[in-house]
């Protein structure tokens, strides 16, 4: 069996596992696919300045975000349908998130509904990511669910209003529900090892996998156009909805998909506790700018009043390493821990996750750091190609 060496070594494996349609929807982007190229130029252009003779021979990712201790500065990041990569894979993650001591941030359009997956994994740290639904009292009343859960961040996202132009997901007959086209039938035959080892167990067990949390009558083809009016993502949401959300939801919140230091300012204002800088992953704006261009600006008029995530293009530990001296606190993985339970189930997230985390390990070695806010203390020592 070949050997996973790095995050390319475990996309390879991830292709060769899943359906066409499904692979190509977790790895590619939108329109022409330029933010994708932009999100990796960004980040190889940084270089990290080392400092020399600092005496450490070990390295602390202890970190603490939103006054939580955790094990190192990353989180699973929101993914829609990551159940499909492997049987339970929702619940996979937030156990194998929760192996490693970091948060998951469950998607609203997970598979696995938040329940099943506390009851599988019932000492990860869990987020809650939500898309606003037009029906503000189905909102609300996920929202409840999430926190009896134990959820105890919101993470809202605001960078998707109305659904993507991803072309292939069309050529590829991939959407929800699911409606079955004669090639996508072909691209699910050809990988046998996805169609009885995922597929076949749910259709044995709990029915053709959809969005969990979403209605049962979501899934019924008679209601179906009403509900899905109810449940499709309210695009006209604004900054008053946020003291709503304030008001209805207990724990952190945090927003994401914020790009412009005007917005994080918004964000201070209406009482968020933090931001994600993200674009993504690349799949939502073509023409989206880099996080590595927004994140310093927004680190300096936030200045503290927020904690700064960030997110997208991350394929190595230098990566996560590059955001966190640019500002951020932490990094959410998107495709990476999808990679790594295609390759290897809970196991193989387990293993991408502490892959990334040996990366930065030697990678803060050769830097002379040990510590993470010592790396964002060198903010100028970050410079740019
Ligand atoms: C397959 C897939 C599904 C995603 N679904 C969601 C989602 O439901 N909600 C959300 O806020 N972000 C979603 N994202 C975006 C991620 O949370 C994250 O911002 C992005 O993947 C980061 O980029 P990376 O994949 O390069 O790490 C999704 C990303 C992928 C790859």
């Known amino acids: 069996m070949p050997m996973l060496l790095n995050t390319s070594d475990y996309r390879r494996r991830a292709r060769r596992f899943l359906p066409r349609g499904l692979f190509e929807y977790i790895d590619r982007g939108t329109e022409d696919e330029t933010a994708l190229t932009r999100l990796r130029a960004s980040l190889d252009a940084i270089t990290l300045l080392p400092a020399v003779l600092t005496g450490h021979d070990r390295r602390d990712f202890d970190t603490v975000l939103f006054g939580r201790r955790m094990a ?57 990511q939500l898309y606003v639904w037009r029906d503000r009292a189905l909102t609300a009343r996920l929202l409840e669910r999430a926190s009896a859960c134990g959820c105890d961040n919101l993470v809202l996202t605001v960078d998707t209003p109305v659904s993507p132009k991803r072309e292939y997901n069309e050529r590829n007959g991939f959407g929800i ?18 169609l009885f080892g995922v597929l076949a167990r749910y259709l044995i067990g709990e029915g053709m996998p959809t969005y969990g949390h979403y209605p049962d009558a979501f899934r019924t083809a008679i209601t179906r156009a009403s509900i899905a009016e109810a449940v499709r993502l309210e695009p006209r949401l604004n900054w008053d909805d946020m003291h709503w959300l304030r008001e209805i939801w207990p724990g952190k919140l945090t927003i ?18 933090g931001v994600v800088v993200s674009a993504h992953g690349g799949r939502n704006l073509d023409c989206l700018p880099a996080p590595v261009d927004c994140i310093p600006a927004i680190a300096d008029a936030v200045n503290g009043r927020l904690t700064i995530l960030a997110d997208s293009g991350v394929r190595r530990g230098t990566d996560v390493l590059k955001y966190l001296a640019l500002g951020a606190e932490a990094v ?53 190609n």
């Open 72 to 128: 190192a500065p990353l989180v699973v990041a929101p993914t829609a349908l990551a159940g499909l990569v492997s049987h339970d894979g929702e619940t996979k993650l937030a156990r194998a998130a929760s192996r490693v001591g970091i948060p998951v941030c469950i998607s609203t359009q997970s598979v696995t509904t938040v329940e099943a997956i506390r009851r599988g994994a019932p000492d990860a740290l869990l987020w809650f």
């Open 256 to 273: 994401k998909g914020v790009l412009a230091v005007e917005d994080a300012e918004k964000a201070v204002e209406i009482g968020a506790d």
């Open 177 to 194: 529900p699911f409606k079955p086209h004669l090639s996508s039938m072909i691209d699910v035959a050809l990988h046998p090892g996805w």
């Open 332 to 384: 959410l993985l998107g495709r990476l821990p999808l990679w790594g339970l295609a390759a290897g189930g809970e196991a193989g997230a387990e293993a991408i996750l502490r892959m990334v985390l040996r990366e930065m390990d030697t990678a803060m070695a050769f830097l002379g750091t040990h510590r993470v806010p010592a790396l964002r203390d060198g903010r100028a020592r970050q410079q740019r």
